[in-house]
């Protein structure tokens, strides 16, 4: 399911070219013979809102599973926050574990005043407050057309 979410996503208006972040292996000598490289992690960030206001909505976010534990989840999230604080973005919200993205500053949105766009995820759906963040900033929280639509 990600994968076709991940094809819908790139051709709506949400797609953010510079939030889709991937980390390769392998040697970049070979890279121009087209060999020894592949794509161990990927995670993109798309156009969300709360109420009117642009926000970025985390994920999908994949690490290939004998890559895991090895950092590259941690540098993609990392790597897309800077990425999304030095563009002057408010805030990225995502579903996911809270005790994971606990220690990149994601604390449960609804205690910012950002509602998840299903109740049952109270508990996992995540805010990341940015620099141009105002505390005015608060209401439902709307995915990319694809998050709903595609199955």
């Known amino acids: 399911m990600e994968a076709r979410l991940l094809e819908a996503l790139r051709i709506c208006d949400s797609w953010q070219d510079r939030f889709s972040f991937v980390i390769e292996s392998g040697d970049a000598a070979a890279a121009g013979a087209g060999s020894g490289r592949e794509v161990i992690a990927h995670a993109v ?12 909505a985390l994920g999908p ?42 220690r990149f500053g994601f604390v449960r949105s609804s205690d ?3 509602e998840p766009p299903e109740p ?4 996992h759906f995540q805010a990341r407050m940015l620099s141009s963040y105002r505390q005015t900033m608060r209401g439902e929280f709307v995915y990319a057309s694809p998050f709903r639509t595609v199955q």
């Not at 798309?46 to 970025?56: A, F, K, S």
């Open 61 to 102: 976010i994949a690490v290939l599973p004998d890559r895991q534990r090895s950092g590259a989840g941690s540098a993609l999230v990392h790597g897309l926050i800077g990425a999304a604080n030095a563009t002057a973005e408010p805030m990225i919200v995502l579903l996911g574990s809270p005790v994971y993205y606990g």
């Open 120 to 123: 049952e995820w109270h508990e």
């Open 45 to 56: 960030c798309t156009r969300g809102y709360v109420d009117d206001v642009p926000v970025l």
């Open 112 to 114: 910012v005043g950002v």
